[in-house]
């Protein structure tokens, strides 16, 4: 029987397990958005989430999903006529190409099959070939369990084309894997917390250069609710220009006090200590659906190669533990499934669930 | 000290106090968005806010704050070329109209004086003189205390010109104050859930008419984040185009029910009670801002007749409370004050803090 309020334990690639700890600080008795509680409470946030994405630039906190950024990223820093460079490896990187054509923005697209990855030369030869304001990126395609080689891909923007924007979404590698935001010379890159930060959904954590602000300065017709103009005016007095989801920054300072505790290096250790677990049972079991060098250590998708019912197997799993996984994603739908290993979820719980899917599978 | 997780009870104009039992409906475990718990918990919630709001029309559920809705009403159903009477009265009236003009609409005001009403025969006014698409209305104008007679304007709208669409925010009006949607005639209202409803802030609620709907897919460059056909088609299925905010929706369930059980009728009596009481405090002590005919029944706002230091007061009362009132706004500040009575407050701590006053000014 369906009851929201007895949920599975969530193993699908987003929203992942909160922990109890977290869970309580949503709890906490609320604020006064222009008092100095909140003021202190944003300051403190924000400054640690400079230091968790190695920044001394702008860091934003939105009501949003991290699809609001999507947005954002277009509609402030991109001119009415001129161009974007969407890069595509699957769902997720595909639909922010109809967000910059919602919002009238010229866009071409550079597309590979859905698990490969995005390298920098079939970059280099798009941008060579036309005039391009800015560039977008998924760091980590949820959709395929893919991750593209950013750090490669932004060297060589950073020598060849210093001038264009780069946007990343990492909405499900941030804290998870590796992100120097300053040294990569990205512009705009965005979370949601319901990913590796192990919140529940309803705030995106975004990072913005200073050149991306001033670039927003001069486009026209930016909207109110995500201008990074008037974001960037309230950020100096610890405020958001609109009234701010208080119970979801409460719990992102407290999981900011954790990770800054743990440190980076140590958290990204984690990350990739289940991913290669989860991938040495995939190749025992499975096989991987991308190519081993770009397989995500924050979710993996799984190639359907024993013909399994995905759906009957997550079922069964459900029945049994409480606790789901996630099927392939839109036309992966039971050619491929998926596990995610970010956040609060551990190397135990991941274990554990490998041994109920090998019960399943026999 | 400042402390953020000790922070003062709120009577301020929102956020509002929240009670505890509320607070801890945010704690639930959260759920997947595209899973069946998840769908339940929607369409139960929206089942029943169309009961609250007396509509068969649309009802929205949108992870950003009210001002997400300012934005989204102009730019589904607003034409380029197309041209908007904004009317003002306050603050926050006065920003709708420079989020209209952010996203590029041709604007017309009409303001009046702070503390005074809009009158349907100004509207009546304006609408005869032009061209309009749309109007904008505040139902109850959060700085400075007063409700505008939205029902007469309405009426008078639907008679004369029933083609022009009726905009409305009803911030800190929506289950405070009488909302009959669909008999009113109106094609956009919206609240967000931390004033009346009385639950911490990072969700709004949004009805809207089936014709703004229609009106919305003949509109240019929508976006992504706050486009009502992509709203539309995932509220078909019990989703949100977005990955929304559970836990805030978790809340709202939960006060839907108790909404419902109570009573729409008593629950707007309840805030006339509150209101009756402080304004026959206020006319023993100081000044209503506005005509007592127009003064909100969610908040009051006090003309500071007496001349006491607002701020002080306030300081005072936190220091030996840990409570918390509203200074003026803006241009009000020092000049008023302003107390909330809605959502979960009661008389009996309305009176405690009044008399918590008196003891201030003597």
């Known amino acids: 029987m369906v009851d929201w309020k007895n949920p599975p334990r969530l193993f699908i690639p987003g929203p992942v397990k909160v922990n109890e700890d977290i869970l309580e600080q949503l709890a906490r008795p ?65 639909k922010w190409v109809n967000v910059a054509k919602s919002c009238g923005r010229k866009v071409d697209e550079l597309k590979v099959d859905w698990g490969q990855a995005i390298l920098p030369e079939m970059i280099d030869k798009k941008l060579s070939s036309g005039k391009y304001a800015a560039v977008t990126l998924v760091y980590n395609e949820t959709s395929t369990g893919l991750t593209n080689p950013v750090y490669e891909i932004s060297k060589m923007i950073k020598e060849k084309y210093p001038d264009i924007l780069v946007f990343v979404d990492a909405v499900s590698a941030m804290v998870g894997l590796p992100l120097h935001f300053d040294e990569l010379g990205w512009d705009v890159v965005f979370a949601s917390v319901q990913k590796a930060f192990a919140i529940p959904p309803g705030l995106a954590v975004a990072a913005v250069s200073e050149r991306a602000l001033q670039k927003s300065k001069d486009v026209p017709n930016r909207g109110y609710y ?90 069964s799993v459900q029945e049994k533990h409480n606790t789901i996984f996630g099927n392939g994603y839109g036309k992966l739908k039971e050619k491929t499934f998926r596990i995610a290993h970010m956040g609060d979820i551990t190397l135990d719980e991941v274990k554990e669930l490998l041994g109920w899917i090998d019960e399943e599978i026999g």
Chains 1, 2 share one sequence.
């Open 30 to 94: 609320t604020l006064g958005h222009r008092g100095k509680e909140y003021a202190q409470l944003q300051s403190e946030t924000v400054e640690m989430l400079k230091e968790i994405l190695f920044t001394k630039q702008h860091v934003f906190l939105s009501t949003s999903s991290a699809s609001g950024i999507w947005e954002a990223s277009i509609r402030n820093c991109v001119g009415p006529n001129e161009k974007v460079l969407c890069t595509c490896c699957g769902a997720f990187s595909d």
């Open 226 to 315: 995500f201008d990074f103009q008037l974001w960037a005016k309230s950020n100096e007095k610890n405020q958001t220009l609109v009234t701010p989801n208080i119970p979801h920054i409460m719990a992102l300072n407290y999981q900011c006090h954790k990770l800054m505790a743990e440190g980076m290096e140590n958290a990204w250790a984690r990350h990739k200590e289940m991913g290669e677990f989860v991938r040495s049972w995939v190749k025992e079991k499975f096989e991987l659906f991308c190519e081993e060098k770009y397989a995500s250590n924050t979710l993996t998708a799984i190639k359907n190669s024993r013909g399994i019912s995905v759906a009957e197997t997550i079922n």
